[in-house]
């Protein structure tokens, strides 16, 4: 069942029955201030409550805040790269079942989709994650792109809650105008899986739209314990649908010979060789990234910047999803920061630092 239960202070109703009010999205009553909303994730049908939605709530007062498709306030400029929400952003998510990531936790975190002419109406359909490094550019793996239609491509930020648009921060969505691939990406065994996403337009500045870092050239996380991978991919490897909601799984990096070795065991065989533009996370049982996944993000915290996340792989491939002792495999992304700082510079967007 999916049951909500949703602290707030203000003049919003929480008995159930019929809402004396208006019943809005929670970004849209201005009589609230909310703190946390209890999920416990199931079914649409079986929520019981004033409203129809569980993140809608009977406002007593005159609805304003921000119905539109723009983000609210005064944006101003990204602030520094990295800043994982873990509390999430504008109330906190808790009584979760199946590794949901709160809203906003991953700010840079893109979904890359396909849209399609249904019966005159644009359908969205999901294709693989990404990550936002710059205003108008995406990171993601080349196998998601190399054979899409480019007219077709669209990719979104500040997503959280596929099915529904009532996130107290609304997502954005920029068409893609090209993408670069890198110049040895390897189709048959995704060596180099590696590709820019250029976007018509640059996306603003949100509380849930900000930048990944990247890491320096050639940096080493063979030894980073708290690292996370976020997706909308499908649960395991039998799943026949893709997740509504953001998902999250905390994985420490595995080094690439522990990694080499327990991939030996699979039917890669006793020959198989991880190559230098892959490394390697997980191995835990039923924690990890999987189909769908593609092209998501993976970013670790350093001893030294706990605080501060830098994207140490790209989701590449695995055996399965999420079985004990087989580590997914990863694009190296840090092998790669010289080449797409260089592409960075090449287009003429003065917002494009990439510092870290």
Known sequence: ALLIGLLLQGSISLVHGQCDGQCVPIAQCNDYEISVIDVRFGTNDDFEGECDHYLEVCCGGNPGGNPGGNPGGNPGAFGDCGRRNPDGVGFRVVGTANNEAQFGEFPWMAAIMKVEDVLGEDKH?????????????????????????????????????????????????????????????????????????????????????????????????????????????????????????????????????????????????????????????????GIDACTGDGGSPLVCSTPDQPDKYFQTGIVAWGIGCGQEGIPGVYVKVSQYTNWINQQMTEIDNADFGLDG
């Open 125 to 285: 359909e999901y294709v693989c994650g990404g990550s936002l490094i710059g205003p108008k550019v995406v990171l993601t793996a080349a196998h998601c792109v190399a054979d899409r239609a480019l007219d077709r491509l669209v990719v979104r930020v500040g997503e959280w809650d596929t099915m529904t648009t009532n996130e107290v921060r609304p997502f954005q969505e920029q068409r893609v105008n090209r993408f670069i691939s890198h110049p040895n990406f390897n189709k048959q065994f995704l060596f180099n899986d590696v590709a820019l996403l250029i976007l018509e337009d640059s996306f603003l500045p949100d509380d849930n739209v900000q930048l990944a870092c990247l890491p320096q050239q050639d940096t080493v996380f063979d030894n980073a314990r708290e690292c996370f991978t976020s997706g909308w991919g499908k649960a395991n490897f039998t799943s026949q649908s893709y997740q509504a909601i953001l998902k999250k799984a905390e994985l420490p990096m595995v080094p690439s010979a522990q990694c080499q070795t327990a991939l030996r065991g699979t039917r890669l065989s006793a020959k198989f060789r991880l190559h230098d533009s892959f490394v390697c996370a997980g191995g835990q049982h």
